[in-house]
């Protein structure tokens, strides 16, 4: 696995882990904890890019009403938050 410090242990804002594995490599921001992968080094740190915009609020907006509706879901459905997280993921 490779990290973005030289310096051991040394926490940084900015830290990166990549590690190979099966036919592409897996990235993960340490500070975000947001975990993505590529076929390339380059397609990875994109996606990360990307992952990392997105889980801060910088990039993508919640869809509209409409939008739901386009793919099937019923906006009264679609809560966030409301409800106790099921249990595999507690």
């Not at 990166?16 to 340490?30: A, F, K, N, P, S």
């Not at 739901?68 to 879901?73: F, H, Y």
Request: charged content about 40%.
């Amino acid at each position: 696995m490779a990290s973005s410090t030289r310096d051991g242990d040394l926490d940084r804002e900015d830290e990166i882990r990549m590690w190979r594995e099966d036919d592409g490599w897996v990235i993960t921001d340490v500070e975000t904890g947001v975990t993505t992968q590529g076929e390339t080094r380059e397609h990875a740190l994109e996606m990360l890019d990307e992952a990392v915009a997105l889980h801060k609020g910088e990039i993508g907006r919640e869809p509209t009403d409409d939008e739901l509706r386009e793919l099937g879901i019923d906006p009264e459905d679609n809560t966030t938050g409301d409800e106790e997280l099921p249990e595999f993921m507690q």
